[in-house]
């Protein structure tokens, strides 16, 4: 709320012009004081929306930003709508408002009382428009697109017949501007999605947008992240697609992502076919990375590198059944500097490891087991948290993000094995985590 205590409404003056619209974690229906026995009053939709601050730094010791709220006012219920008795007693009092409470965050968000639904929302454009980005490709100028935050929370808080009772009008809802990441001097890691081997209920499997010195590359692409990445960016804004390895969990969405360009393509919003960076085996599988003028399939060999705007991204081999490899991003500006980025991608424990990882900024690391399981780690080539975190001690990483883990996994968890194991603060990867740092 700002301080004078005014009401405002997001996407307009005020400090919401600094902040981007994440999710619904709570919604309550509340009765309001004008409507009459029959619900026939004004029905509004009152907001507290979550929202994460942009151009301000987020590597503070691990320790996430202040927390605050804003308030918006928006939608009215149709006629129709109201008019509807819908199987409620004549004289019971109808809820006409909606409060949907959130929060603020920077990092990754804290506990909250009362989560009824946590999960990232999809985004959704009001009633004839089209979310819109920056693209490199001839896109239209950008825009953030907002999150459907008032169907959903009419979902959450009310049963079916006043959801139609209390319809908002979404063309009242204005989306939010923000800077686009990609034209920054610094690097946007945004977690789309981090467990694994398979989906969980509402969150995706391994996706990663990475943002900045021109350059924006979708860096694995399990089951699950493009209905993510869509809140960020169009398919067609994506300058690489990077794939550590082919197994599924890495790849599956891959499968379909070759349609989404494809269409793209069709409709004049690619005019390129967008490089997609993987191993050459399993061959079956790397043979549908290349579809029509879509995208196509580049191969990544140990020690090869590539040049994405101000971006250089090098490759390592991993330790893992199939042709793996470490991926490091680095400004080709300043090369001596080294990796601001390295993710392990999948990879048992090696000697040559810290090595590889030890100059990084910010190391993301698999942490697909738990401590006890390190026999099974080592021989299905994967790492435990404890091993991830250890790694992360043994670099000069500021940040270690532990991802990659099985989605009936607490990460509360996963975060005190860790902490056990090193001695120093981790984060666990969510979806919407954004970590940026120069």
Sequence with gaps: MP??????????????????????????????????????????????LQLEEIGTPVLRDGVPGRHHEVLGVEGEAGEEDRDEAGGRDAGEAAPTRLEVVVSCFQNSPPPLPGIRRPGRLPSAPGRGRRPRCTSRRGARPGRAALPHLLAEARRIALPGVEQRRCRPDLEEVSALTRPDPRDQAALTVTVLGAVSPYPGRGVAGPGYLV??????ILLECGSGVLSRLVAYCDYADLDAVVLSHLHFDHCSDAFVLRYALDAATRSGRLGAPVPVWCPAEPGEVAAFMTYKDAMEARTIRPGSSMTVGGMTVTFHPARHPVETYHVTFASTEAPDDGPLLFYTADTEWYDGLPGLAGTCRVLIAEASLAARQ???ATSTGHLTAAQAARLGSLTSAERTVLTHYPPDRDPADIEAEAAEASGRPVTVAVEGLRITWP
């Design 211 to 216: 943002e900045g010195f021109g350059a924006r």
């Design 374 to 376: 390190e026999a099974l």
């Design 3 to 48: 301080d004078d205590g005014r009401k405002v409404r997001p996407g307009r003056a005020g400090p919401v012009e600094r902040l981007e619209l994440l999710r619904v974690v709570q919604a309550q229906a509340v009765d309001d004081d004008e409507h009459d026995a029959l619900g026939r009053g004004p029905a509004h939709l009152v907001l507290r």
